[in-house]
């Protein structure tokens, strides 16, 4: 099958090369899923499982990407609540071969049902941006009607999911980001916007609840803004900074078959829009993480026509 695979970390997204590799095969409990669409985080390059097992030993050459949506081709033994032929989504294994392949070998319980109406691409754009935002958001931040948000990357495959997610649950968002975001972050849910490099962040004033996905001053900045009994949530690593009368949270996104039921409802309903940015096949996939270009949304790879 063709692949994407990594073997070098210092060399980041310069080191993919689309190579020919062996089918995976089941393990317990696993499916074979054929991969249609794949979605990528740049960041997984310098995440430790990329390049090491859960014993810190090297297992490169790997394969990364980690969301998918396609279709079951085989199940490994023992394995329940899922049929070959059956159209899925997910979220594979952080320390095993991902997505980025025409097939991938993962674990049953990370996979959910996809509906037939929706369509790879939009199933491929969902599991980390929307599991991201819903955790962070009533997991984490336990967000209530009436508070509010300041989602920091507004017009992100993130930020857009907090937006959205927060703005439906009731609350008011403040999002950010530059200034040529405006009007995307506007349009997915935020009631205001601000340009993190021409206004003045401490101009917000209180705010409940933080979704930090930019880290360092920003979120130092972020963290005096939270109100009594407020909430700061990362996703970029422990928090440095706290607030005076609040919780901090950081944490890393895991599969939920019912959240992410959740989240593909409001995309069915229209309550929920994707934000994809660039769709490229396998055979581009390599140029277009390397593209000097700023990534506008969430990048996936059609896999399969």
């Known amino acids: 099958m063709k692949a994407i695979i990594v073997t070098d970390q210092a060399a980041g997204t310069a080191g993919m090369k689309l190579v020919e590799r062996p089918e995976p095969q089941p393990a317990i409990n696993d499916v074979i899923v054929a991969v249609h669409a794949s979605g990528f985080v740049p960041t997984e390059l310098t995440w430790p499982s990329t390049w090491t097992n859960r014993r810190d030993h090297d297992r490169t050459p790997s394969i990364p990407g980690h969301e998918l949506a396609g279709v079951v081709t085989a199940l490994g033994y023992g394995t329940t609540g899922l049929s070959v032929g059956q159209r899925v989504f997910g979220l594979a294994d952080w320390y095993r071969d991902g997505t980025l392949a025409e097939y991938v070998a993962m674990e049953a319980r990370n996979l959910a ?124 690593g422990p928090a440095e900074a706290r607030p005076a009368d609040g919780l901090a949270v950081d944490f890393v996104v895991e599969f939920d078959r019912a959240q992410l039921g959740e989240i593909v409802q409001r995309v069915r309903d229209g309550r929920l829009r994707t934000n994809i940015g660039k769709v490229s096949s396998l055979d581009e996939a390599v140029a277009t993480f390397n593209s000097t270009d700023r990534r506008s949304g969430k990048t996936v790879i059609r896999v399969r026509p």
Do not use: C, N
């Open 113 to 236: 049902p996809l509906p037939g109406d929706v369509d790879f691409t939009v199933g491929a754009s969902l599991p980390i941006s929307g599991l991201t935002a819903w955790q962070g958001l009533f997991q984490h931040g336990r967000l209530q009607a009436g508070q509010s948000v300041l989602a920091h990357g507004a017009a992100g495959a993130v930020g857009s999911m907090v937006a959205q997610l927060a703005r439906e649950a009731g609350a008011y968002v403040i999002g950010t980001g530059r200034a040529a975001d405006r009007q995307k972050a506007l349009d997915f849910g935020a009631s205001e916007f601000v340009d993190l490099e021409a206004d003045a962040l401490e101009d917000v004033g209180a705010v409940d609840l933080v979704f930090d996905v930019i880290g360092g001053d920003i979120q130092k900045k972020s963290a005096a803004l939270i109100r009594a009994g407020g909430t700061l949530v990362t996703v970029v």
